[in-house]
Structures are given as structure tokens and as C-alpha cells.
């Protein structure tokens, strides 16, 4: 009996030690899931029209930048995409097909310092259907476009962030783009909150441009160095195997 129960003992060992490497890979792929934080995009016009829509400009003519505040909630994050949503009407008649000229770029806020943290670009169509999709409007319809990040963007728990939208003096054309009049109606996950955009339009005060933000959950430094060990083990429990 003694000598059956020390020879279970290696086999009881192995055991645990891949129940520790499924665990941790399981518990570091819930973290990872991308998840829309921040959402108005589903909101719908119903009083007739195209819904409200505000200029960017080449240079910042007429009114300057947009302005898109917002804030974090618990744990941090890794930016997938940012979506907008862009109008196509007779004085804007190349603002969708020519989004690339769009300046994205995300600012984390400290006091009254802003600093740059990352742009975004290549900016494709998103499959989506807006509430005027060019198949039911062909003159004069709403597109989705989604932005990546250019290079890697993390964002902090509990902190104040800004996307600025702005257009190069050189550019060919100017955008339209769909906004929501004083709405707080918008999808927040996790604690994250949206500010109403700000600008130079006096007419665009309290004003919500459509907005998303999709971001993954990065694992906290505990759980990275959970499943480092369990990387550990997992070889440590092969190289047993073989001996």
C-alpha cells in the first residue's frame, strides 16, 4: 500500500499541474476578450431627416478641431479600433470616400496637460448598417468607418482620455459627420464614461459626435506571472513525462 501510494504521487503532480496551465489560459483569455466600451452608435433619429450633422474642415476652418473626451474604468487596456460615423450629402460630396485624411489621434489628460499616446488610420468601411445605409439613401446616407491604432495603445484604469479629430489644410475635402444632441444615451461597459464633444461650433455645444470605442482587457501583472508559472509547469510536468 505504502509503495502504491508514492507512486500515485507523480501521477496526482502531473495532474495538477495541467489543471493549472487550463485554468490560467482560460482565466487570461476571458481578460483578453475585445469588448465596445463606449457605444452611441445603436442611437436612432426618429423626428425625420438625416439626423444632426457637423463640418470638419480642411485646416480647422471655420470651427477647429472635435474634441471627444472620455474616461477609463477599472483595469487596463489595449485600443482595438474607434469608430465614426460619416454623412455623404451634396456639400460634402467626397467625405466619405476619402476618410484617410482624417487626423485621429488619442490624448491622455493629467490636470491641465494633454499628451499624445497614439494615432489611427487606415480606416475602412464597417459593415454595420446605419440608420440611413446608402442602399435606401443613395444621396444622402451614413457610413461607419473604423480607425486602428497605428501603433500599439494602452490605455490606465480610472483615467481621462481624448480622441481630437482634425483635417490637414491639404486636404481635397471636407466631412460631415453624424452627432447626437445632448445625449447621455450611449453603451458603457465596465464604469468607462463619454463627455459631450467639445469644439469651436457654437452650435455644436452639448452636442455627442456618434462615437464607439473597442478596446481588450490586458492582463494585471499577477495574472501574467500566473501564467508564466503555469508555462513553467507545463514544461516541468513534460520533462517528468520523459524521465
Not at 450629402?89 to 485624411?101: C, L
Not at 489621434?105 to 446605419?130: A, E, K, W, Y
Not at 471636407?174 to 461597459?189: K, R
Not at 473597442?214 to 516541468?236: N, Y
Request: charged share 10%.
Amino acid at each position: 500500500m505504502r509503495a502504491l501510494l508514492f507512486k500515485s504521487v507523480p501521477f496526482i503532480k502531473h495532474r495538477f499541474l495541467g489543471l493549472v496551465v487550463v485554468l490560467t489560459v482560460v482565466m487570461v483569455a476571458q481578460k483578453m476578450e475585445a469588448t465596445q466600451f463606449l457605444s452611441n452608435l445603436g442611437n436612432l433619429y426618429t423626428t425625420g431627416g438625416i439626423g444632426d450633422i457637423e463640418g470638419l474642415y480642411a485646416g480647422g476652418a471655420h470651427y477647429g478641431d472635435y474634441t471627444i473626451p472620455f474616461t477609463t474604468g477599472a483595469g487596463n487596456f489595449s485600443v482595438n479600433t474607434i469608430t465614426l460615423e460619416f454623412n455623404f450629402i451634396a456639400t460634402y460630396p467626397a467625405g466619405v470616400s476619402a476618410p484617410q485624411w482624417v487626423n485621429v489621434q488619442l490624448f491622455h489628460t493629467v490636470g491641465v496637460n494633454n499628451t499624445l499616446i497614439g494615432s489611427f488610420g487606415n480606416p475602412v468601411s464597417d459593415p454595420v448598417p446605419t440608420q440611413w445605409p446608402q442602399s435606401s439613401h443613395p444621396n444622402a446616407y451614413t457610413t461607419f468607418i473604423d480607425f486602428s491604432p497605428l501603433a500599439q495603445i494602452n490605455l490606465s484604469p480610472f483615467s481621462q482620455y481624448s480622441v481630437v479629430l482634425s483635417v490637414p489644410a491639404n486636404s481635397p475635402v471636407n466631412y460631415a459627420l453624424l452627432v447626437f444632441d445632448t445625449s447621455t444615451n450611449y453603451i458603457s461597459t465596465a464604469g468607462w464614461t463619454m463627455s459631450a464633444t467639445t469644439s469651436g461650433n457654437p452650435y455644436a455645444k452639448g452636442e455627442f459626435l456618434a462615437f464607439a470605442m473597442d478596446a481588450t482587457p490586458t492582463p494585471e501583472p499577477g495574472i501574467q506571472s500566473l501564467f508564466g508559472l503555469a508555462i513553467l509547469c507545463f514544461f516541468w510536468r513534460n520533462g517528468l513525462k520523459r524521465r
